[in-house]
């Protein structure tokens, strides 16, 4: 049987529960899978074939969730971030060459008009909120088009198609095949021991690779359920944690973080909702902040590392308690993981660029060429991606990153781990939050710069936090200029942001 997300759905008892919601009763997987039936016969009608994509712009909730499921059976699904600008549908509408936009029944947002100039068929989303979570029907606005044919996706054909998050350049398109996204949701599967008693409260943006395969693929791969917050909301996290009583979540660091500021106030919820884990992943995780998560819900925190090209999870750290290495990514879970020269293409023992092999890997980048040639190379039969991230593997096989590549600071050939100074940084006392970055200099070309964000009712000075950096690291690191924000700007996906923050925070000029 070829590993597509249907074959994988048809695995589980159709009385378990798949998809839950506030307020809501439970999607079944024979629910899911009937869901699946229909919403195929839906885009046939409207004229969407199995190689057609499907953009898809819906607030997080159930409906998100089975949405990308279902359509994902049937097409190739686009998730794009809600908060787009007219201008940004434009361009990534006309990027993917999408053929249909999916949209809530009464949503008049930029997505729509964007649509509708570019003259895509808009399908519009009606939620049945009585019903089972998720539960909903697609009906094709004007004219009806000419009906597809049912051919159904193999392992070979493309289920999701992303954008990688560009800096500088313009983003490039990475296309998931159906095999990719089986293999990756196996993978995490194993890494977490991920069973049908195992329910997953999601609280990540459903347009992102972490929420898609970690929360909602890798669950369903393992017969478990996943009940979908409507995003993050740190005030309202455990009021949800109560109500879903999950085993585990998955976050982005500075949500652990926002979690770990309510968590004392809420201790008897964390009491009488007791997780088998909690994991962390797509930034890296300060240890310090493993260790209070740890002692907080005394449960094994697992950081992980993933991204697009991966179709998320390469490296995990062991589950069992105590076995978690803080400042490490774990062992390779899934993929081939091993170092290589950053500009050679031969692997290498030592510090270098972390490279990936394995059938959870894209095949490449869409209509690009160039960006194929500069981050993919064979090396004895073996096709290797380059991440693009810096880092070593120790004795253990355990990943340690030094940062981006692009993101190490070099200070006069001096260069910097922004990572490092974040964790030196983190054990100041007055500290909550903190991200190293660069700013240009006249002589040097790069200098070391922080902002931090202090805890609630503490102070400190930036020439006090200079001085404390300064007794723990060599004098080239530390930060010449401290800023202290009440905010961190991120990005979309809650992540903090290093490249472009020195021009965000009025240190460099835009470029």
């Known amino acids: 049987m070829s590993a597509t997300l249907q074959t994988l759905l048809a695995l589980h008892d159709t009385a378990l529960p798949a998809i839950g919601a506030p307020g809501q009763e439970w999607l079944s997987y024979g629910g899911l899978r009937a869901l699946g039936t229909e919403v195929r016969a839906q885009l046939r009608r409207a004229g969407v074939g199995v190689n057609d994509r499907v953009a898809i712009v819906l607030p997080n909730g159930p409906e998100m969730a089975t949405a990308f499921v279902t359509i994902a059976q049937a097409a190739v699904t686009a998730p794009l971030n809600p908060a787009y600008r007219l201008e940004e549908y434009e361009f990534y509408l006309s990027d993917l060459k999408a053929k249909a936009l999916v949209v809530g029944q009464g949503d008049d947002n930029p997505a729509v008009e964007a649509a509708r100039k570019i003259g895509m068929t808009i399908l519009r989303l009606h939620a049945d909120t009585a019903g089972p979570a998720g539960t909903f029907e697609l009906t094709a606005e ?200 950053e500009v050679e293409n031969a692997l290498l023992d030592g510090t270098g660029e972390v490279v990936i092999s394995g059938a959870n890997v894209t095949l490449g980048y869409e209509s690009n060429p160039e960006a194929n040639e500069k981050n993919f190379f064979d090396v004895d039969g073996t096709r290797w991606f380059r991440t693009g991230d810096q880092g070593a593997i120790d004795a253990g096989g355990f990943l340690h990153l030094t940062g981006r590549l692009k993101e190490i600071i070099n200070r006069g050939g001096e260069k910097i781990s922004p990572l490092e100074v974040d964790g030196v940084l983190l054990d100041h006392p007055a500290i909550a939050q903190v991200v190293t970055f660069a700013i240009p200099h006249p002589k040097l070309g790069e200098e070391v710069a922080a902002a931090v964000v202090l805890r609630d009712g503490q102070d400190a000075t930036d020439q006090e936090i200079r001085t404390f950096a300064a007794t723990r690291i060599a004098d080239f690191k530390v930060p010449r200029k401290v800023i202290i924000l009440d905010e961190i700007p991120k990005g979309a996906t809650g992540k903090m942001q290093r490249i472009g923050l020195a021009e965000k925070l009025g240190l460099a000029p835009a470029e």
């Open 142 to 341: 004007g004219p009806t088009v000419e009906t597809a044919g049912d051919a159904m996706p193999d392992a070979d054909s493309t289920a999701l198609i992303l954008h990688t998050s560009g800096t500088t350049s313009r983003p490039k398109i990475v296309p998931l095949l159906q095999s990719n996204l089986v293999a990756s949701a196996q993978n995490i599967r194993d890494s977490l021991a991920l069973s049908q008693t195992d329910r997953c409260m999601n609280v990540m943006p459903l347009f992102h690779i972490h929420g898609l395969v970690a929360a909602v693929s890798a669950s369903l791969a393992a017969g478990g359920s996943v009940w979908c917050a409507p995003g993050f909301d740190a005030l309202k996290f455990f009021g949800w944690m109560k109500q879903a009583t999950p085993t585990w979540y998955s976050a982005v660091p500075t949500m652990h973080q926002a979690i770990l500021t309510r968590a004392a106030r809420n201790a008897d919820v964390i009491a009488e909702t007791p997780l088998r884990f909690l994991r962390s992943s797509s930034a890296s995780l300060p240890a310090q902040v493993m260790v209070a998560l740890a002692e907080t819900f005394d449960a094994p925190v697992i950081e992980a590392y993933g991204m697009t090209e991966a179709t998320h999870q390469m490296t995990s750290n062991p589950l069992v308690r105590g076995t978690q290495v803080p400042g490490s990514v774990g062992i390779a879970a899934g993929p081939m993981v091993q170092i290589a020269h």
